[in-house]
């Protein structure tokens, strides 16, 4: 019984395969599986790998044109500090020159200042000549206002003037009023002799 129903079996198996043809078979891709398998595998690297390669290339332009930049500014900064530090030297040396005098010229502008000193003293020596200082009114002022000192402040001599004014106001003591009358009397005959003369010059109308 058990090899009759295995031989039963085996010939129903190559019936129904005999009945089976190949144009039953229906596919709907009419591309082999194989093909499109490679065609993607194929178009997905190129389009991974498209965008690194334009990404990297960005960079290198920019190190070249900075490379290529760098020794042109180098250069440019070098000449920049060359020409500052040669006109701080330039000028540094123009600074000294000027501030450090020889000594012919410090004796030369001593002996000028020096001629400078006398003629001012000359010219003030001649100047109070013209302003019109008399003898005559000197002695006047002398013999009737000697006591409160009016002709010394009349010939340019203040300080001397307000001691004599000192003096008469204490001249209710002995000492102060015989170095008054002392005083004045000295100086009365002084500008009738011309030895009291006029402060840093002469007299312009003498007796």
């Known amino acids: 019984m058990r090899k009759f129903s295995s031989l039963f079996a085996t ?29 993607a595998v194929k178009a997905e690297p190129v389009t991974e790998t498209a965008a690194p390669a334009t990404e990297a290339a960005a960079p290198a332009a920019d190190l070249t044109a900075s490379t290529a930049a760098a020794p042109v500014a180098a250069k440019r900064h070098t000449a920049r500090t060359y020409a500052a530090h040669t006109q701080a030297a330039k000028a540094s040396s123009v600074a000294e020159t000027k501030a450090a005098p020889t000594r012919a010229e410090i004796k030369e502008a001593k002996a000028t200042l020096k001629a400078m000193h006398k003629a001012a003293k000359k010219a003030n020596a001649a100047s109070p000549m013209a302003s019109g200082k008399s003898q005559l009114t000197a002695a006047l002022l002398c013999f009737f206002l000697g006591g ?11 300080g001397r003037g307000i001691l004599y004014i000192a003096l008469a106001v204490t001249s209710f003591l002995i000492i102060p009023a015989i170095a008054l009358f002392v005083l004045v009397i000295i100086d009365f005959v002084r500008i009738l002799t011309g030895g009291l003369q006029p402060k840093n010059g002469s007299y312009a109308k003498t007796l």
């Open 148 to 158: 409160l000192g009016v002709h010394r402040f009349y010939l340019g001599y203040t």
């Open 11 to 39: 010939a129903l198996a190559i019936v129904t395969l005999a009945s089976c043809s190949k144009e039953s078979y229906t596919f709907r891709n009419s591309a082999p599986y194989g093909a499109t398998y490679t065609a």
